[in-house]
């Protein structure tokens, strides 16, 4: 089995290596793309068909929540987890509202928070 084919879109480069490295470190996941922009978020999304994407909710241009719109609409969308350094009581809303499964604040993520996610969205 291939696991959870992930993508993680965050323009600081260093919290994709972080956000890749907590991947790989939960059973039945695999980082498949890494990207800066919501751009080309959308663009390696339609390549590489990730069943998950790791969002950063501020990118320069279009924001996480324009990019998790768009790729809600897709044939084949994939569930969308929201990550940021703001409140989880402030930002919960808004991502029901984007079509995103959960928001996350990046303090917050690690494989357990990640490995919760993926089983609520993806129970039968």
Same mark, same amino acid.
């Given at each position: 089995?291939?696991?959870?084919?992930?993508?993680?879109?965050?323009?600081?480069?260093?919290?994709?290596?972080?956000?890749?490295? +907590? %991947?790989?470190?939960?059973?039945?996941?695999?980082?498949?793309?890494?990207? =800066?922009? /919501?751009?080309?978020?959308?663009? *390696? #999304?339609?390549?590489?068909?990730?069943?998950?994407?790791?969002?950063?909710?501020?990118?320069?241009?279009?924001?996480?929540?324009?990019?998790?719109?768009?790729?809600?609409?897709?044939?084949?969308?994939? +569930? %969308?987890?929201?990550?940021?350094?703001?409140?989880?009581?402030?930002?919960? =809303?808004? /991502?029901?509202?984007?079509?995103? *499964? #959960?928001?996350?604040?990046?303090?917050?993520?690690?494989?357990?928070?990640?490995?919760?996610?993926?089983?609520?969205?993806?129970?039968?």
């Amino acid at each position: 089995m291939a696991g959870v084919r992930v993508l993680v879109v965050d323009d600081h480069e260093l919290f994709r290596r972080a956000a890749a490295a +907590v %991947v790989d470190a939960t059973d039945g996941f695999v980082v498949t793309g890494s990207v =800066a922009t /919501a751009e080309d978020s959308l663009t *390696a #999304a339609a390549s590489i068909r990730p069943d998950l994407v790791l969002m950063d909710v501020n990118l320069p241009g279009m924001d996480g929540i324009e990019a998790t719109r768009r790729l809600r609409c897709s044939a084949r969308p994939p +569930v %969308v987890i929201l990550l940021s350094t703001d409140d989880e009581d402030d930002f919960g =809303a808004r /991502a029901q509202e984007c079509g995103a *499964a #959960a928001y996350v604040a990046k303090s917050a993520f690690g494989t357990e928070r990640l490995a919760a996610i993926w089983a609520s969205v993806s129970a039968p």
